[in-house]
């Protein structure tokens, strides 16, 4: 039986994950793919043993050279996360003959290109199914399952963090600020929260989806990126009496030969099945040409189901290694249709909720609605909500498609009114 060694770097949580499994589950890997999958390292800054596996202590080094320079590992997971010494390690690995295994976004959203092209010269692959919704299947389903399929929209719920925070915010009523607390003391969220919470882990994975369904590798800077801090409860509860949800999504979108990409917590009806998908749950809906609509729900973090992502990816690494035929990559670049220009966010429509707090007096209403229709925003319905403060009260408006621009034009405008106090815009999508 063929053995596949194979070179762990990163021995944190998901490394941990990763070594059990292999470990616990070896023989129906074995059974499953026909090959004898062996981890001959592990390096890592600290090789002290972790008390959930235990490892043979020879196995374990502080010294990447004895994964890179052994001609006998066949395969490197990377679990080391961020973008150096990542991307060095990856690189040499591809350099030294060897297929690789990431989770990494980040990187892949910041040099996928240069990686890919590096492994295409290599004849080697990286392979990153764990890099996009933990468990799911996604990345696979991508390249594989939907192989024939041509891509016109992705909406996802990518980003656990935001969504357990947005979930418990709108079921036990508590603010941002107390939900984020909470996410935090259950290690649902990182002390720094800033990548998750405005919206950047998102944007990344969004930039790693767009490349495989679109061919299109594109910047951070390309993306509009928006977070959920600024989300409030009353946006939530006027949201609930309009049957609406708030979810942070990353959305891709391709018309004719452009295409948009964007990151910001946007309302859906609560009849749509993302709005289902609470807590740290993660979702990616997909609209294709020939399957249509389909939906793929998981747990998109957490030790096992991002485990069972690596292990994914090094048994279909293991069966290369194995293959006798020859080395043909999967081909990302421009496979998904041309793509002329990506659409800034200024040039998209979409609808809009907009929460004025504005002084209660008779005119305000039609003042605000005068400036929303010069900048030719319609609005569909409006509606006053109870007084909060003395003589200040929630004005809510739902409008028709607008373009972003007039939108932005208009409350810039409005916030300089010294009726209006306070103004929140989220936008709206209808799939
Ligand atoms: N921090 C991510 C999230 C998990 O909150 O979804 C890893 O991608």
């Given at each position: 039986m063929k053995k596949i060694n194979i070179g762990l770097v990163g021995f944190g949580t998901i490394g941990t994950g990763v070594v059990r499994a292999l470990k616990e589950r070896n023989s129906l890997l074995t059974k499953r793919s026909g090959m004898q999958l062996v981890l001959k390292r592990i390096c890592d800054k600290d090789i002290t043993q972790r008390k959930t596996v235990n490892v043979d202590r020879s196995i374990l080094t502080k010294n990447i050279d004895d994964i890179l320079n052994d001609k006998e590992i066949d395969i490197v997971i990377e679990l080391v996360g961020g973008i150096h010494p990542a991307k060095e390690i990856i690189s040499e690995a591809l350099k030294k003959g060897k297929h690789v295994v990431t989770a990494n976004k980040a990187l892949l959203a910041e040099c996928g290109l240069e990686l890919f092209r590096l492994s295409n010269s290599q004849k080697r692959d990286?392979?990153?199914?764990?890099?996009?919704?933990?468990?799911?299947?996604?990345?696979?389903?991508?390249?594989?399952?939907?192989?024939?399929?041509?891509?016109?929209?992705?909406?996802?719920?990518?980003?656990?963090?935001?969504?357990?925070?947005?979930?418990?915010?709108?079921?036990?009523?508590?603010?941002?600020?107390?939900?984020?607390?909470?996410?935090?003391?259950?290690g649902f969220a990182e002390k720094k929260p800033t990548l998750d919470i405005e919206g950047f882990d998102s944007a990344h994975k969004l930039i790693v989806l767009a490349q495989i369904a679109f061919g299109k590798f594109v910047k951070l800077s390309d993306i509009f990126v928006e977070g959920i801090s600024r989300i409030s409860l009353d946006d939530i509860k006027y949201a609930t009496e309009l049957g609406l949800v708030i979810k942070l999504l990353a959305i891709a979108k391709k018309q004719k030969d452009e295409l948009e990409l964007r990151v910001h917590p946007t309302m859906i009806s609560k009849q749509h099945l993302l709005a289902s998908v609470d807590g740290a749950f993660n979702a990616i809906h997909l609209s294709t040409d020939m399957v249509g609509d389909l939906l793929l729900y998981g747990p998109g973090a957490g030790q096992n189901p991002t485990a069972s992502a690596v292990i994914s990816d090094v048994v279909s690494l293991a069966e290369k290694v194995n293959s006798s035929s020859m080395f043909v990559p999967?081909?990302?670049?421009?496979?998904?249709?041309?793509?002329?220009?990506?659409?800034?966010?200024?040039?998209?429509?979409?609808?809009?909720?907009?929460?004025?707090?504005?002084?209660?007096?008779?005119?305000?209403?039609?003042?605000?609605?005068?400036?929303?229709?010069?900048?030719?925003?319609?609005i569909a319905s409006v509606s006053q909500k109870e007084r909060r403060r003395a003589k200040i009260v929630p004005v809510v408006i739902v409008t028709h498609e607008a373009k972003e621009r007039a939108m932005r034009l208009a409350l810039e405008r409005l916030n300089k009114l010294a009726i209006v106090r306070e103004s929140v815009a989220i936008r709206m999508e209808e799939t």
């Open positions: 990286i392979y990153f199914e764990a890099s996009v919704g933990g468990g799911i299947p996604i990345i696979r389903s991508l390249k594989e399952g939907l192989v024939s399929n041509k891509f016109a929209a992705i909406y996802g719920i990518v980003n656990g963090t935001s969504n357990f925070i947005l979930t418990q915010m709108s079921q036990q009523g508590i603010s941002f600020k107390d939900a984020l607390r909470d996410a935090q003391k259950r999967f081909n990302f670049e421009q496979t998904g249709g041309r793509i002329r220009r990506l659409r800034k966010i200024d040039q998209i429509s979409t609808r809009f909720y907009i929460r004025f707090m504005a002084i209660d007096k008779p005119g305000v209403l039609a003042k605000i609605s005068g400036v929303l229709g010069k900048y030719n925003i319609s």
